[in-house]
């Protein structure tokens, strides 16, 4: 059966864990005599903008031998209404895998239905898991396993904060949730979520004594109507020097980019010495690159 990676339950525990260590086990070894993907390609589908998604993608697939398609609605018959199982069908026959960004889970599953080879999730409405494999890569970099650990996620219970719920269960850690009213994440995750996620009633809460402080930005895009809205909706929801002073001394800041200095976070944290958002970053390029060798080929027992 076709295996998808359309949110990060898609994989088990087991799995998850092998991925993120072969993760950092391809950075390590950079070998650019590893060529498992000669021949094959990714076709890449995105209906919003990206600089990390798309460049390690496409960076990982030229690492790895292969080849990598960029397209839009605007450049393909999506954007003619040409329906997303048909473009599944026809894709699928022609590419070895393939990713899409969009603003609906719902049109991905459907995609991922029609499709003869793996589907990846590169952000939808609802999750990021390709984000929260490269940010687990980055918290066993920085602090070994997050078992046992406390994370604290402060502002919007978006997609990335769906992903980080998935995550705490996936892993074993805890989950604060300080989201204001109105900004919440999803209910039916939370509930999946069990005891691992706690929601608290104030970003203090969430950060007391936390291994890991994270935030995302609080106008994810297609939101750009809500903007000021939402900039007196997250007032008091900043992670600041004031804020990081309250987790543990040893604390990591994590954001999945891009930043907003001086809105969701503090330009003193993101530059600062806690932040660790630059590995963060180039850990797409790794963990996506495990990711695709699980699904395309299986990663190497050893
Ligand atoms: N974090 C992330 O997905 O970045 P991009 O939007 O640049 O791909
Ligand atoms: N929550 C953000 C993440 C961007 C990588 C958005 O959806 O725009």
């Not at 990591?252 to 963060?280: N, Y």
């Amino acid at each position: 059966m076709t295996r998808h990676f359309l949110e990060l339950t898609d994989l088990s525990a087991a799995e998850a864990r092998r991925i993120v260590a072969r993760a950092s086990a391809l950075k390590q070894l950079r070998d650019p005599g590893y060529r498992p993907f000669t021949g094959r390609t990714l076709a890449m589908i995105f209906t919003k903008s990206s600089t990390r998604t798309r460049v390690s993608f496409e960076a990982g697939m030229a690492r790895f031998g292969g080849h990598a398609l960029f397209l839009t609605t605007a450049t393909t018959q999506l954007g003619r209404d040409e329906p997303i199982a048909d473009t599944a069908r026809v894709l699928s026959r022609m590419c070895d895998a393939i990713m899409i960004r969009n603003d609906s889970q719902a049109q991905q599953v459907e995609l991922a239905a029609h499709s003869r080879v793996p589907v990846i999730n590169g952000l939808s409405d609802m999750h990021h898991p390709c984000q929260m494999l490269a940010d687990l890569q980055c918290w066993f970099e920085h602090r070994g396993d997050p078992a046992g650990k406390v994370a604290a996620w402060i502002g919007d219970g978006n997609n990335v904060c769906h992903s980080w719920i998935q995550a705490a269960k996936k892993f074993g850690f805890t989950l604060r949730i300080a989201a204001p009213p109105g900004y919440l994440p999803s209910a039916d995750l939370l509930k999946a979520a069990g005891l691992s996620v706690q929601m608290v009633a104030s970003p203090a809460d969430a950060v007391r004594d936390a291994d890991l402080v994270v935030t995302d930005t609080w106008t994810s895009m297609g939101q750009e109507a809500e903007t000021q809205r939402r900039l007196a909706a997250f007032a008091g929801y900043q992670v600041d020097d004031a804020l990081m002073g309250k987790a543990r001394p040893d604390a990591i800041f994590m954001h999945c980019l891009p930043a907003h200095r001086g809105e969701e976070v503090a330009a003193s944290v993101i530059d600062g010495a806690q932040s660790v958002v630059w590995d963060e970053a180039e850990n797409r390029l790794w963990a996506q690159m495990a990711l695709l060798e699980f699904l395309l080929v299986g990663t190497p027992s050893s």
